[in-house]
Each structure stands twice: as structure tokens, then as C-alpha cells.
């Protein structure tokens, strides 16, 4: 079968199910395309705009899920009729990639869900929310709505998670949001230093819980670089995200997990509904368990094509005095010294969509995830030109 | 919150849908499912209607990406096929009338059913009847307190399977036979 570089596949067959799109699967920039039908609000893009704003794997899930998915169809595409809570193969299966017991695990309808059960769980009116600004806003934003306080904490000059001022924070907090690598900024706490933390938290806050955000784990390559999920099954004070969102290109599918002491899984489960899998459709489950089940390589490659991607992209704005923040993910926070919108919408209109304003950086740093080398060159070439112009004087 | 999850399946010529009054209504509001005549309880689908005002309150708290891509794609296709809809309730009134019937004989009354699954009085424990069913290959549901002493809910599978499950039934409400008895006494019977 011939695959292009972009789509992979662009369709299958699969008889009564009628085609299926595996970028859809992907779903990039799904926040951006697909929704704005049902979504009117998000921002439609149209075939052959290049989608550099939602951090996932330009490539999409891969061959072998794509054919689970359609197999999943099951004869005259019948088995997405049936509701199925049935998750225990892939919570075994993921047990068994990250050396854990199917207690230590709940599922969750991407990770997001993950975030709002462990925010509305361990916060309350008198135990914040704790997170760095800027973070990715989930739970932050879910403890907002439930009227539960939370506390900023800003980053270092470098973007940096500043880690005794974070730790300084947590006390007394109902839980830590600790995303690594950030987003939006992309940077990354090596793994001693993040054992470190979570040592001090755990122990000069007892009451603490902290949410370790590993979302982007896959493409970190900082030698320094570890999973917490080890402590967190030992610690029921310790939760561990992980997501089929980011390199395993599933975002249109809504997969994600947590890991953790059997304690708070359950916590967490209950909450979620019994199962836990209320919220989970057939489809991504058999997705997720061949995602696990293909070749390791699977993600090596993902990794090693997106930090050269990485690399040619930073250094680009780097050799033009743009420098971005240290990035250990598959996106960038790079300084303009430009407002974003105008940056963004121009660049829009050249078919390149950067990701939205991250306040209270939208006055200077852009967000910008990485395609493929191919998109990057054309992306670059449209930056140029749209950096070319002066920004209009009254930014 | 009125729940229409099996307003497809209603045949009652006098049944009117609450969306009119949801939309007028701030306080009222009408729940939807792709999940039961739809067919698509595996992609989780379902959806709330009512007044902008009262809409904008529940989009509040919805969870972001909550649906997956092939879950929107499929819901808006099922929408546009309103032939198909047509189709699927006059097949599951077919199979409803013929099973209500069917229980009917053995003694079990039903209550009027307009969706897509019946509630009907088998006289026992709903646990005992589903165990000797189950041991026979069709699954019942679960109990429904207060009467799980009394009532059984099936929901209703495709002429074939019914007309199986039927004699399921039947061996099952007559103790002491299982369903090779229950098929010698059917053919007793003719």
C-alpha cells in the first residue's frame, strides 16, 4: 500500500461502515476542523492548511492501529452498535508496557478526563488547585467552575518549572498539576529533580496530591529522563496522566490514563462511574490496545523524526534572533517580540495555523507545534515573509 | 430533564416529543441518544436540547473533546438517514408485538411498551429467571428494584434472536424443564 508522507491513508474501505479517514484518527488540529461542524465557535481549516497548533503526531496513529480500528468495525460494521465497559484487555496490555498491575490503572476519554476526575477529587474550597502559569488549563479551569480556589505559580526566566517556589506553593494544596514536559512552553524537568520535588511535596504537604502530567513523555530525549509512574503506584498521594492524544497520533479517539496507587485509582474510578469507562467508545479502546501491541519502534522513530523536525525549526528562529524556550516536546514557545494575533492571523491567511494566545505571554511568545520537515520548510518560508513586515506600532 | 432516549422507537400515535417546550421552556430540557435506536452505543454520542441560555449553562461543564471524531461523523450521518429510522421502528414493533405475545401466552403480562425493550411479570425472582436464561445463552437485564422479585426487562433482539429466545423463555417459566424439555413440550403441544 502506498502511504504519503501526510495522510498515510487517506481512506478505506470498510463496507457498510462506509470509508473511514485514517487522519482522522489523528484528528489534528481537531479542535479546529471536525468540531467547528457541531462547534461553530472553533475555527474551520480547510484541506491543505498546514495545522501547527494542537501538538500531535503529524502522521497520525500508524498503519497497524488504523487496521484494529476497522476491524473493530466487526462484521457489517455491527460492533459499534454494542456498548462495551469491557477495558480489561487494554488496561492489561498497558499494564504490562509500564510494568504495573490493572489496579494501578484507570482509563480515561483522552486524558482530560484524568484531570478533572484527580481536580475534582482532591480539591475543594479550602484546597486549591496549584499549577505553574502558564500550564495547560484543564484543571485549572475545572477548579474555576466548581468555585475551588487556585494558585498560580510563575515560571523561570527560561520557561522553567521554578521548583522551590512550586514546592513552596504546595503546601497545603489539594493537588499539584506538575504537566512535564510543559505546555505551552515545552520545557522539562529532568527526572532527579522531579523525584526531588515530589519527595519534598509529599512530605512537607501530606495532604497533597500531585498530578504528574507525562502527556508529552514520549518525545523528550533529555538523557535525564524517567517516568514517575513507579513512584506514583507506591504513593497514593501521586498520579501519573498519560494520553494517546500526542505521539500516538489518536487525539480524534479521546484515549488517556492514569496511573497510581490502587487507592486513588479507585477514588478515581468511582468517580468516573463503576467502571470508569462510561465515557470511552469501542473504537478507541481496540485502537489503544494496538497502539500498545505494535513494535516499540513505533514511538522511537516518532521521537528521533520529530526532534530533527525539532531542531531545524528552533534553530531557524534562533539564527533570526528569536529565541525559543528550551523544548523537550513536539512544539516550541518561541519570543516574536510581536504580539501573536496579528503573527497568527497572518500567517492564517498564508494556509499555517500557529496555536492561540497563552496569556499572559500573548504580547511576545507563539506556540507552534511541528509537522513534518516538508510542512516546516513551507511553514518557515510563510514565517519568514510574515516577520518580514513591522508589527503594527500600537502593540 | 426530560429523557427521550427511545423517542425513535415510540409508535403511540399520540406522543409528541418535549422539545417544542424545551425550547420555550428555560427550565426544561430534553435529553437525546445516538446510543439505542441509533445503533451506536459504542461511539457515545448523546446530546441535550433546550433553550441557548439553559445550553450554555450544561456547555460550561462538558467536558472538552468529550466525542470522539468518528462518533461526530457518524452521528450526523445517522441524523440525515431518516429512511433508515423509518425501517428500524417498524421492525422493533414487529418484534416487540411478537414477543409482548409471545410472553403473553406463557402468562407473563408486560407492560405497554413503546421502546425497545419490555418489562413483563415472570412471577419469580428477575435473578433466578436470568441465571436459567443465561445458562441457556440469552442474557436478561439486570434487576430493577423494587421489582426485582417479579419483573424481568428484555430488550428486544431481531426476529431471529427473539424467536430463540422465546422458547428460552419458555422453558424457563415451566420449572423443572430446560430448553431441550421446553422444545419437546412445545412440539407436545401442537
Keep these: 500500500m502506498a502511504l504519503t508522507r501526510r495522510g498515510f491513508v487517506r481512506t478505506a474501505g470498510i463496507g457498510a461502515a462506509g470509508a473511514v479517514a485514517g487522519a482522522w484518527i489523528g484528528a489534528r488540529g481537531r479542535e479546529n476542523s471536525l468540531w467547528s461542524i457541531v462547534e461553530p465557535s472553533l475555527q474551520a481549516v480547510e484541506p491543505g492548511v498546514i495545522v501547527l497548533a494542537s501538538n500531535e503526531n503529524p502522521l497520525g496513529p500508524g498503519t497497524k492501529v488504523l487496521a484494529a480500528v476497522l476491524a473493530a468495525f466487526g462484521e457489517g460494521g455491527r460492533s459499534p452498535g454494542r456498548y462495551s465497559g469491557n477495558s480489561r484487555d487494554l488496561i492489561a496490555a498497558i499494564a504490562r508496557q509500564q510494568g504495573v498491575k490493572p489496579e494501578n490503572i484507570v482509563l480515561g476519554c483522552g486524558s482530560t478526563q484524568i484531570l478533572r476526575s484527580a481536580t475534582h477529587l482532591f480539591t475543594a474550597r479550602d484546597k486549591p488547585l496549584v499549577g505553574t502559569i502558564p500550564t495547560y488549563e484543564e484543571c485549572a479551569g475545572y477548579a474555576e467552575l466548581m468555585g475551588h480556589p487556585v494558585r498560580a505559580v510563575a515560571l523561570d526566566a527560561s520557561f522553567k518549572i521554578d521548583l522551590d517556589k512550586f514546592a513552596d506553593a504546595s503546601k497545603g494544596a489539594g493537588l499539584v498539576f506538575y504537566c512535564n514536559p510543559n505546555n505551552p512552553t515545552a520545557t522539562y524537568v529532568g527526572a532527579r529533580a522531579t523525584r526531588d520535588f515530589l519527595a519534598k511535596v509529599t512530605r512537607e504537604s501530606p495532604g497533597t496530591t500531585i498530578l504528574v502530567d507525562e502527556a508529552y513523555f514520549e518525545y523528550v530525549t533529555d538523557p535525564d529522563h524517567d517516568t514517575h509512574i513507579r513512584l506514583a503506584v507506591e504513593n497514593p498521594r501521586i498520579i501519573v496522566a498519560r494520553t494517546f492524544s500526542k505521539a500516538y497520533g489518536m487525539a480524534g479517539l479521546r484515549m488517556g490514563y492514569a496511573v497510581g496507587h490502587p487507592e486513588t485509582i479507585k477514588k478515581m474510578a468511582d468517580w468516573d462511574g463503576g467502571s470508569g469507562t462510561g465515557s470511552l467508545n469501542v473504537l478507541a479502546m481496540h485502537a489503544g490496545l494496538a497502539a500498545i501491541e505494535q513494535d516499540a519502534a513505533f514511538v522511537a522513530a516518532e521521537r528521533a523524526r520529530n526532534k530533527e523536525v525539532r531542531d531545524f525549526t528552533m534553530k531557524w528562529f534562533a539564527d533570526r534572533g528569536m529565541m525559543p524556550a528550551d523544548s523537550q516536546a513536539n512544539f516550541m514557545f518561541v519570543n516574536l517580540g510581536r504580539p501573536v494575533r496579528p503573527f497568527r492571523d497572518a500567517c492564517r491567511a498564508r494556509g499555517v495555523l500557529v496555536a492561540r494566545d497563552f496569556p499572559p505571554f500573548e504580547g511576545s511568545h507563539c506556540r507552534i507545534s511541528f509537522g513534518t520537515m516538508e510542512e516546516m520548510q513551507k511553514a518557515v518560508a510563510v514565517f519568514a515573509e510574515v516577520l518580514a513586515k513591522k508589527p503594527a506600532a500600537a502593540a | ?190
Design chain 2, 1 to 190: 430533564m426530560i429523557d427521550e432516549a427511545y423517542h425513535e422507537y415510540v409508535t403511540d400515535p399520540s406522543y409528541r416529543s418535549a422539545v417544542p417546550l424545551a425550547l420555550d421552556t428555560p427550565n426544561v430540557l430534553v435529553a437525546r441518544t445516538f446510543s439505542k435506536a441509533f445503533g451506536m452505543a459504542g461511539m457515545r454520542v448523546g446530546y441535550g436540547i433546550g433553550r441557548a441560555e439553559t445550553m450554555k449553562a450544561l456547555a460550561k461543564l462538558k467536558m472538552p473533546y468529550n466525542v470522539s471524531v468518528f462518533g461526530v461523523a457518524a452521528a450526523m450521518a445517522a441524523l440525515k438517514d431518516t429512511a433508515h429510522m423509518e425501517t428500524e421502528r417498524a421492525r422493533n414493533t414487529a418484534v416487540r408485538d411478537f414477543t409482548v405475545k409471545a410472553l403473553e401466552e406463557m402468562g407473563c403480562k408486560s407492560a405497554a411498551s413503546q421502546g425497545n425493550f419490555i418489562f413483563t411479570d415472570v412471577g419469580r425472582p428477575a435473578k433466578d429467571f436470568r441465571d436459567a436464561c443465561a445458562k441457556q445463552g440469552v442474557i436478561v437485564g439486570r434487576d430493577f428494584p423494587p421489582f426485582e422479585k417479579t419483573h424481568v426487562r428484555i430488550s428486544i433482539g431481531t426476529m431471529d434472536e427473539m424467536r430463540k429466545a422465546v422458547a428460552v423463555f419458555r422453558s424457563v417459566t415451566r420449572p423443572g424443564t430446560t430448553s431441550l424439555d421446553g422444545r419437546r413440550q412445545e412440539e407436545s403441544w401442537r
